[in-house]
């Protein structure tokens, strides 16, 4: 009779299987050994680390415990503890096994560098700093520790020092994907397009499968006037080739049941179920849906929950899904269990979009809603949600890889705000004096195009103002860019980032905003409607331009899109020209939103389940 293996020959078995990525039968063989001896340290650590690899942090965590105990003064086991726990999410008992190590060792480099990641992922970015500091002190030629710091300052806004040790970063690895990864990052907040895309596209070149840095590349390029929408549609059909297609595979027959009239299971999917702008229109959406037409779940992969979180997992109850720590076919899966008939992406290539979900295929009936107007570049998403101001007769559908699903409007809108704790304020200019022009958009969406179309305004109109919301390290070359178009810079006023609730107050000093090109501004543009304050537009071919089309004409004001740049100058200089008028739109405006599309949350929920349905039978209706 055969004996039973040894503890040894089950730990070489083990080694073996895991050696040749034999997961499943390498974790059986070192459970054998956990078995037989419960505190063999190798056992216990090889374990962990192959738990590590399927990132089941939490499963690893109980097993670095113990060799902790076993073990209490050793850097490595602490180390690898503190990391199963952040990556959990379990934060405070992160930060509290770095600080373990540093007590034994304040030189320990390592330590420092992942107690500041823990603190940066706890929203402690200013308390993060110093220790990320002190790692590069300590190792200064360790590109890792580097890009690290590079990301803790640009959280900070310390734009200029963040290129720097990204740069740094890149010359000590220059083959490391994440370091160009992270120069594109602090590129991109510095306004250099080109730059960020280059260094975006070389992390990509060196990391085929980094998804993420070639959305950034994508989100980018949304805002580059050199990108047209053939050239955009082009990017997403190549992120499609590199990260969706080899999904393929994974993509199965749906066994939903094919009755065209049944009540439908809708699933939304977003990173972004938390203090977030597409709340403004997701929220009254769900908030109005029939319960009759459709079951509503929600797919969450938000990286830090909040307290709107909250308040999307109340309206959702038992079908609320944190999907964040399951990796893209897990996620789908979890999907296909659910029985989702449609299934709608809500960021599109936005920061953690999770499109890699999309492209296994869970739901017979996928769609792209609100994160913006533009492709996913996926074959498996079926529709692309527009309207006719997006997508007006005559729009080349061809560079969406999504068929064209239209409503009467694309947005609903609620500004989740008291309107009776924020109020519509007077105009500025009857108190003031003079007028005041402004924008509250994203500064990336600022490129010299549109600061020189500004200040052909400025010009237009003497002794007017323009308020930017612009950082510290972007408003010099704002002001340079205006002296050289002939206006004095001591014109411009500027504001850096708030609270929501005094990003709204802003626009009680605000007459007239300027819309952004090629990426118009829509939650921007609304916002400011709700407060007042009308927002000339420039019309243009790509989609992303047509936002501002799309509020000016619900609201029934025509006369604030231009088609041109002179136009642009001459509606914005007209709306000065008669201070009463612009005084009484302004008291208006609040209500015109209320009572147009825009602002009818029910009628927009019947219209966005006519979708769902006319999608349905379509789908019912195919061999």
């Known amino acids: 009779m055969k004996s039973p293996p040894s503890v040894g020959e089950l730990l070489a078995r083990a080694r ?22 419960p505190r063999h340290d190798q056992a216990l650590f090889q374990l962990s680390l192959l738990l590590f690899e399927s990132r089941r942090f939490e499963e690893a965590a109980p097993l670095l415990e113990r060799l902790v105990e076993m073990h209490p003064g050793e850097p490595v086991y602490l180390t690898n503890l503190g990391e199963a726990y952040r990556q959990a999410g379990s934060l405070e008992l992160a930060a509290a096994a770095f600080e373990r190590i540093l007590a034994d ?123 047209d929408a053939a050239r955009l549609c082009a990017e997403a059909r190549g992120w499609a080739k590199l990260h969706a297609e080899p999904l393929r595979p994974l993509q199965r027959p749906p066994t939903n049941d094919r009755d065209p009239e049944r009540r439908l299971r809708v699933g939304y999917l977003s990173p972004d179920f938390r203090g977030h702008a597409i709340g403004q229109f997701v929220m009254p959406l769900l908030k109005h849906h029939d319960p009759g037409a459709v079951e509503v779940y929600l797919y969450s992969s938000v990286e830090r929950p909040d307290f709107a979180t909250d308040a999307y997992r109340e309206l959702a109850g038992d079908r609320f899904r944190d999907i964040r720590r399951l990796d893209d076919p897990s996620a789908a899966e979890l999907v296909r269990r659910d029985g989702i008939d449609v299934l709608i992406d809500l960021a599109v290539h936005g920061a953690g979009n999770r499109l890699r979900v999309f492209a296994c295929k869970p739901a017979p009936v996928q769609m792209t809603w609100v994160g913006y107007a533009g492709t996913t570049g996926l074959d498996s998403v079926d529709y692309r949600l527009s309207d006719g101001y997006f997508d007006p007769p005559g ?182 020209g008669d201070l009463p008028r612009l005084a009484r739109l302004r008291g208006e405006l609040r209500a015109r939103l209320a009572a147009s599309p825009l602002g009818d949350a029910a009628r927009f929920a019947r219209e966005m389940e006519g979708a769902f349905r006319a999608a349905w039978r379509r789908f019912c209706a195919a061999p």
């Open 16 to 37: 073996a299987h895991h050696g040749a990525g034999r997961r499943r039968e390498a974790e059986s063989a070192y459970r054998k050994v956990l078995a037989k001896k």
């Open 105 to 227: 060792d304040p030189h320990f480099p390592e330590a420092h560098h992942n107690l500041g990641i823990t603190l940066m992922n706890a929203g402690a970015a200013a308390d993060a700093l110093p220790r990320l500091q002190r790692a590069v002190a300590l190792r200064p030629d360790d590109a890792r520790f580097q890009m690290t710091l590079a990301w803790g300052l640009l959280r900070l806004q310390r734009i200029a020092e963040s290129i720097a040790h990204a740069r740094r970063a890149v010359e000590l690895a220059p083959d490391l994907a994440a370091a160009h990864r992270h120069l594109a990052d602090a590129l991109a907040e510095a306004g250099d397009r080109a730059g960020a895309i280059a260094a975006y596209r070389r992390a990509v070149d060196l990391d085929p499968t980094d998804h993420h840095a070639h959305s950034n590349l994508i989100l980018v390029a949304l805002t580059d006037p050199d990108y």
């Open 395 to 576: 729009t080349d559908l061809g560079v969406y890889t999504e068929a064209v699903l239209q409503l009467p409007s694309f947005w609903c809108y609620d500004p989740l705000e008291d309107p009776e704790a924020i109020r519509v304020g007077p105009l500025p200019a009857l108190a003031g004096g003079a007028v005041t022009f402004g924008s509250l958009a994203s500064p990336r969406k600022l490129h010299g195009g549109v600061l020189r179309l500004w200040a052909r305004v400025l010009e237009a109109v003497p002794g007017a103002r323009l308020y930017l919301y612009l950082e510290e390290h972007a408003r010099e070359a704002a002001r340079r860019t205006f002296s050289d178009a002939g206006v004095d810079p001591a014109r411009l006023e500027f504001g850096g980032r708030v609270s929501r609730r005094e990003y709204l107050e802003r626009h009680h000093r605000i007459d007239i905003m300027l819309d952004t090109f090629p990426f118009a501004g829509g939650t921007t543009s609304l916002d400011a409607a709700w407060m007042g304050v009308p927002v000339v537009t420039l019309a243009g071919g790509p989609t992303l331009q047509r936002a501002g089309v799309c509020v000016a004409m619900n609201l029934g004001l025509p006369e604030l899109v231009a088609r041109s740049d002179d136009e642009f100058v001459a509606r914005a200089a007209a709306l000065v």
